[in-house]
């Protein structure tokens, strides 16, 4: 079965979200209120904070806005990495925060174990499985990365298992596969749909008020008070926490830092046992591959295999458009990859396509700030790392609006902003030059010209 064909009967729409079990949206904001903390956002990052907000102080009254509904964007159709790191991997971090590494790690780890530990106290069912993750080489030179990887890492204390061909195939078989790279304890696979759902009703619980399909269209400074406009009602609130991702911020500086970037992925219908008999995959791990241009790939409960990443998409002009959710070119160059890392799936079809915006900026992992004499806070640019991130980011913001020192807000990493991108329309020539120039080192041994070469020096962080 051809490509084409495996994608005849696919759905547009992203699987984790196109599920009976999703819940009904909560009432939208009717009127004029006011709140200790207001949270703009019903993605991970508004969800954690209004979470931590109440467990924090329990008095404390939190109203969370959410545009469309709990989890419907970037955090309800990803592919469900939930990563110990902060820094969007170990290389990036250590390229950007060499003196914080260590404390950036250890901090990493913490957070993935709290995040553990919150999903079993407020019962949030959500396939949580720490099954760690693969970086697979499937060229000749992405073999050296891995072994500097896991130098670095052993020189931190932690141990990333290096697979030689024959190692890393018996744990998944491809043909593609040159070694390997297992992180045993820094991932975990969760269902990102149920995640937000189940923040969201953890919220509830906790007496967050929750309005769904309630987009903010303005704020503004009201004296004591911020106030924020619905199309219905309004929000007049002493704290303000941002977490709307790559959607035009209602800060304008942050359009500086901040472009959206799209992502597309494929859901194969469930394998069957001689199916996953023939590839392995015993120990259920996620998988990256490890060029600058690369797939993520797994296991869902009932063992469908989640194929995306590859294209990296930038409109001209930054803009999102719903239409560009569907990319078929994109698509086919996806299904004709899975097809030629597993043959032995041959026959596979796919039941999902779908696609949609992430937030980007040139550090490719978050940054955070604050504004209005430090009553407001926000956290964004996780560039697709941030199912697990997003719970520091989020504890990062209510330390700040709390305006206490933590370890946290003494973070270089936290203190810090990331270089801006240029003014449109030199930002399209540099984002489609720079993505050109990615392509090549991939099919050049990872060559980096002197584009990529200029940028790395200047603390662009264009890699994988």
Same mark, same amino acid.
């Given at each position: ?141 992405? *073999? ?5 990887? #896991? /130098?670095?890492? $052993?020189? %931190? &204390?932690? =141990? ?5 061909? @024959? ?98 992925? *494929? ?5 069957? #046992? /001689?199916?996953? $008999?023939? %590839? &392995?995959? =015993? ?5 990256? @591959? ?112 709390? &305006? ?61």
């Amino acid at each position: 079965m051809g490509p084409l064909k495996a994608l005849a009967d696919a759905e547009r729409k992203p699987y984790w979200l196109d599920r009976p079990i999703a819940p009904e949206p909560l009432p939208r904001l009717v009127g004029d209120v006011t709140a200790d903390l207001a949270v703009v956002g019903g993605g991970f990052t508004g969800l954690w904070t209004a979470l931590m907000a109440k467990e924090r102080d329990p008095s404390l009254d939190v109203v969370l806005l959410e545009g469309g509904r709990a989890g419907w964007a970037a955090s309800g159709r990803n592919g469900g990495f939930c990563a110990a790191s902060l820094t969007h991997g170990l290389g990036n971090g250590l390229e950007r925060w060499p003196d914080e590494i260590a404390a950036l790690e250890r901090l990493g780890r913490e957070n993935l174990g709290e995040i553990e530990a919150s999903l079993a106290r407020h019962g949030v069912a959500c396939s949580f499985e720490r099954t760690g993750e693969l970086r697979v080489a499937t060229e000749e030179w992405q *073999l050296a990365g891995l072994d500097e990887e #896991a /130098a670095v890492a $052993a020189s %931190l &204390g932690r =141990r990333l298992e290096r697979l030689d061909a @024959d190692r890393v195939r018996a744990e998944l078989d491809s043909p593609t596969y040159l070694g390997g790279l297992w992180d045993r304890e820094g991932v975990a696979m969760v269902d990102p749909a149920r995640l937000a759902w189940g923040l969201r009703d953890a919220c509830v619980r906790l007496g967050v008020r929750v309005a769904e399909e309630t987009p903010v269209r303005s704020l503004r400074d009201g004296g004591r008070l911020l106030e924020l406009r619905t199309p219905q009602g309004s929000v007049r609130a002493r704290r303000v926490a941002l977490g709307t991702g790559a959607f035009p911020p209602l800060l304008r500086r942050l359009r500086h830092f901040l472009i959206p970037v799209y992502d597309y992925a *494929l859901m194969t219908e469930p394998l069957s #046992a /001689a199916q996953l $008999a023939a %590839l &392995g995959w =015993r120990n259920r791990q996620g998988v990256g @591959d490890s060029g600058n241009q690369f797939h993520y790939y797994r296991l869902t409960d009932d063992n469908r295999v989640l194929w995306g990443g590859y294209d990296a998409v930038y409109h001209n002009g930054g803009l999102v458009r719903p239409e560009y959710d569907q990319r078929d070119a994109t698509f086919e160059k996806l299904a004709r990859h899975f097809f030629e890392t597993f043959p032995q799936l041959h026959g596979v079809r796919f039941t999902h396509r779908w696609g949609g915006v992430i937030d980007t900026c040139s550090r490719f992992s978050a940054f955070f700030g604050t504004a209005y004499g430090s009553r407001l806070a926000y956290a964004a640019g996780y560039t697709g790392l941030g199912v697990g991130a997003t719970r520091f980011g989020a504890n990062v913001m209510l330390d700040l609006l709390d &305006g206490r020192p933590t370890e946290r807000t003494s973070l270089r990493m936290v203190r810090d902003k990331p270089m801006p991108f240029p003014p449109e329309p030199v930002r399209s020539g540099v984002v489609q030059f720079t993505r050109w120039s990615m392509v090549r080192a991939d099919a050049h041994q990872g060559r980096r010209n002197a584009w990529l070469r200029m940028l790395d020096a200047m603390g662009f962080g264009f890699d994988s």
